[in-house]
């Protein structure tokens, strides 16, 4: 199936910086959706993107879709200790009951 | 309290013992899923369930069931687990669109050990 990539893999930043991360995908989605992960535990929806969206807010989080590209960004500003994740993003093709993960993001905010 | 819960959350078990987890949520969702996630490998879909009795294959299938019998649960069956489906387990649910899957919600996991 289908499957996101995170990029980068790991990412270390102070506290009050930005936080960049990029996913690619390689077919036609319906929507793009993006995930976090405290270590261990169950998955917390964040941003659900659709195809004919460009850009999404939510709080400290944007999240911009570029379909032509195939790729995804979540950008989370002024981070703190809470932030310290693994971050995924999960594609929903048209017409296709599943939901494709890619294989995350480690992003470790130093207070 | 809207929420996906599964039991247990910590399982250790021997090669061969048939376990169940099992799964429920109370948003009236159509779509189940369960997923395994592995160190490097992300999350891997098991199973999946449309809607009751309606049950499709995901990424690993092999060395598990399921069932759906009711709309709110949907419990992960290994009728003879091995030391490689040691992993930590998630079950999901969500609304279903024709035109795709929408929003999942995560149940908090099971830590399963395969001795």
């Known amino acids: 199936s289908q499957q996101g990539e995170e990029d980068p893999q790991a990412l270390s930043i102070q506290e009050g910086e930005n936080a960049t991360m990029n996913c690619s995908y390689k077919?036609?989605?319906?929507?793009l959706q993006w995930y976090r992960q405290n270590s261990g535990r169950g998955l917390v929806h964040l941003i659900l993107?659709?195809?004919?969206?460009r850009e999404k807010h939510s709080g400290r989080l944007r999240v911009t879709l570029d379909t032509s590209k195939k790729s995804s960004s979540l950008l989370i500003t002024a981070s703190r200790a809470a932030d310290t994740a693994s971050y995924f993003c999960?594609?929903?093709?048209?017409?296709?009951?599943?939901?494709?993960f890619g294989k995350g993001n480690q992003v470790v905010v130093i207070p | 309290e809207a929420q996906v819960t599964q039991n247990p959350r910590y399982l250790i078990t021997v090669t061969g013992k048939k376990l169940t987890v099992t799964c429920s949520q109370n948003?009236?969702?159509?779509?189940m899923s369960w997923y395994r996630q592995d160190p490097g490998l992300g999350l891997r879909q098991i199973y999946y369930?449309?809607?009751?009795?309606?049950?499709d294959k995901g990424d690993v299938p092999e060395g598990y069931k399921v069932s759906r019998k009711e709309k709110r649960n949907f419990p992960l069956i290994l009728e003879s687990p091995s030391p490689n489906q040691t992993s930590l387990y998630f079950c999901?649910?969500?609304?279903?669109?024709?035109?795709?899957?929408?929003?999942?919600?995560f149940g908090p996991g099971t830590r399963l050990l395969v001795l």
């Open positions: 077919t036609s989605i319906n929507n």
């Open positions: 999901a649910s969500s609304l279903s669109r024709t035109s795709g899957i929408e929003t999942q919600y």
């Open positions: 999960a594609t929903a093709d048209y017409g296709n009951n599943r939901l494709a």
């Open positions: 993107i659709r195809s004919n969206e």
């Open positions: 369930s449309m809607n009751v009795e309606v049950t």
């Open positions: 948003m009236n969702h159509e779509y």
